[in-house]
């Protein structure tokens, strides 16, 4: 008896170990397949079977469903799950082991939506429209905002303008009259083709947010004037805007998810957020009185004309910030202020002439007022409009009478450096004057030493040049009195006087430059003569005539597509997209011929950069999956 035991403990058997919980944590709905792996082990000496079994509904699925483990080892089992919607998973499943009782282990799965939340910037409460206001045409506002992504898996994401939703409004008056509005459709079917991504932007517009991580969205808000025609703008012109933006995930373009065994779940109520975007467009309306056009009255130099200008700002919405510029020979006081909406500011324009003549000027006015930057993230106050004034006025001259005696031979012509003494009578002495120097030759009473070879040269110095004569003077050149013949004085002083190798250093310099410029000048000639050459008319008649029938050879339709889609601007890296835009996309993709050969490697270097670009997501939002070829 002890023999028969001893010799069934002997036998080799199998002894097999599982774990008895799978736990795939928080997960997203997004029909994604989730897997588990755990470990069979056999401690035992002998092969041992196992078998697994779910009966729930669930879409969960383990692979081997059966199969052996080897003694002293383990076999991997795979436990599949696809999170096709938000639910809490608690199951069991049975998994039969060799030589031991079943074991029912649990399957736990927290599945939750992907949620995207757009929250306000102040506090955590979700935000659904931003209202920017009333700003001027040219001006920017910009306000901020947080994206949030409430789920535990990254997301990426895409912002999308909606401008073809319905309650939008794209740049119309909302305070005027329906049949007002109706009679000008001309302008009507201008706005209808506005791009509104030129209005509005939003930065960042795509990226990649981690999980239950936010960022700051920057939205700004540009109106720009669309004319409708008429030459005065008037509150008339006011254009307002109401648009939906859309950030979404990127693959949930259709917003379905499909599993085979289910029907089909719209689930991406969660994987988006809508938020409106309100603004109206002004124009400044300022008015002068007594108008545009000041007319000063005509002054004398040293005297000045004042005009009072009144100027309103006839917007009962926004103030006005203005600067007058400087303009020569006018004055304004203040040069620059402030005006409140529906108010009156008093201007003194004042005309102070620094010299003679007629003025016509344009004052310029520039209207000052948040402009975004190039980031189009923040803003500086610049000039974003122009006025201009006409300003008019004379200056005009007087004369005094010379309280002296005239001697045109000696005295100069003007007594005075700033011109107000003027000799009164100077036509009648402008064939004879200067008479003294004329004459001088014919008289010889005052000559006290006469040298003919000496003063041969000599130049004529009038009796009132002696300030100018202390100075350095070209030695080459001499001067005499008029009278006296003697030679006059010229004092050279030694301290800024030329040595005599600094003259020829300045002479070097001198020939130096011109033979540079002449150089210059021969090969501009030399330049021209060849392009002459170049674009020659040859006059030899080869036998065609004008119109005679020749004819542009005509491209073919993929020429005609690689010219257009070389025509077509991209789309900037802070440019939004917009539903118009996408759908005009697809529209002309899908009606595009695909040819019936496809590489299946790129061959060009053009096609190995394309296959070698990371896509971001504002572009796999743009792929079109089309018909089968």
Not at 326 to 331: G, I, L, N
Request: hydrophobic share 35%; proline share 5%.
């Amino acid at each position: 008896m002890w023999t028969s035991f001893s010799s069934l403990r002997m036998i080799p058997s199998c002894e097999l170990e599982v774990a008895s919980l799978v736990d795939f944590g928080t997960l997203v709905a997004n029909s994604k397949v989730y897997f588990k792996e755990i470990r069979i082990i056999n401690h035992g000496k002998a092969p041992g079977i196992f078998k697994t079994d779910y009966q729930g509904q669930l879409p969960i699925l383990m692979s081997p469903a059966s199969g052996v483990v080897e003694a002293k080892s383990s076999m991997i089992l795979r436990v599949n799950f696809c999170a096709d919607q938000p639910r809490i998973v608690n199951e069991l499943a049975k998994v039969s082991l060799q030589g031991c009782p079943d074991i029912h282990f649990s399957i736990k799965a927290h599945v939750v939506e992907q949620i995207i939340e757009l929250l306000n910037m102040n506090s955590d409460k979700k935000l659904e429209c931003i209202r920017f206001g009333s700003v001027f045409f040219g001006t920017s506002k910009i306000e901020q905002a947080v994206l949030y992504n409430n789920s535990p898996e990254s997301i990426n994401w895409v912002a999308i303008i909606q401008d073809d939703s319905v309650g939008g409004e794209m740049g119309t008056n909302i305070r005027q009259r329906t049949d007002v509005a109706l009679n000008n459709l001309t302008y009507l079917n201008k706005i209808k083709n506005i791009d509104i991504t030129n209005f509005i932007s939003c930065v960042p517009n795509e990226g990649t947010l981690l999980p239950y991580q936010k960022v700051i969205i920057t939205f700004c808000f540009s109106p720009k004037l669309v004319f409708d025609g008429k030459k005065d703008i008037d509150p008339s012109h006011r254009q307002d805007y109401a648009v939906f933006l859309r950030f979404e995930s990127v693959g949930s373009k259709d917003g379905f998810l499909r599993n085979d065994n289910y029907k089909t779940i719209k689930s991406d109520q969660f994987q988006k957020v809508e938020l409106a975007l309100t603004g109206s467009g002004l124009p400044v309306l300022l008015h002068f009185d007594p108008g545009e056009v000041l007319n000063f009255t005509p002054c004398f130099m040293g005297e000045r004309s004042d005009i009072l200008c009144i100027v309103q700002n006839r917007s009962k919405s926004l103030p006005v910030t203005y600067r007058f510029q400087k303009t020569a020979h006018f004055k304004i006081d203040p040069e620059k202020g402030k005006i409140d909406e529906g108010c009156i500011q008093n201007v003194m324009c004042s005309f102070i002439p620094h010299q003679i003549g007629n003025f016509k000027v344009k004052q310029v006015i520039d209207i000052i007022g948040p402009v975004a930057d190039e980031n189009l993230q923040s803003s500086s106050m610049k000039p974003f409009y122009h006025i201009y004034l006409e300003f008019n006025s004379i200056c005009k001259p007087f004369t005094k009478k010379v309280v002296m005696k005239i001697n045109p031979g000696i005295s100069p012509l003007i007594t005075n450096p700033i011109g107000h003494l003027v000799v009164s009578d100077l036509e009648n002495y402008k064939v004879q004057a200067p008479v003294a120097m004329l004459q001088s030759a014919r008289t010889h009473i005052h000559d006290h030493r006469t040298n003919e070879e000496s003063m041969k040269d000599a130049l004529i110095a009038f009796p009132n040049d002696r300030a100018a004569s202390i100075r350095s003077e070209d030695n080459r050149k001499h001067f005499r009195t008029i009278f006296t013949k003697i030679p006059r004085h010229t004092y050279v002083d030694p301290d800024f006087a030329y040595t005599d190798f600094e003259k020829l250093e300045k002479k070097a310099h001198k020939n130096y430059y011109d033979n540079y410029i002449k150089y210059l000048r021969s090969v501009r000639l030399q330049k021209e003569e060849e392009r002459k050459c170049m674009y020659s008319y040859d006059y030899t008649d080869i036998g065609i005539e004008p119109a005679s029938g020749l004819k542009s050879p005509s491209l073919s339709e993929v020429e005609i597509e690689e010219s257009q889609s070389s025509a077509e601007c991209l789309i900037k890296a802070n440019q939004l997209l917009s539903t118009k835009k996408i759908a005009s996309k697809e529209m002309e993709s899908l009606e595009r011929k695909v040819p019936k050969g496809l590489k299946a490697y790129p061959s060009t270097l053009h096609e190995k950069y394309d296959c070698n670009l990371i896509l971001t997501p504002k572009q796999i939002h743009q792929v079109i999956v089309g018909k089968d070829i």
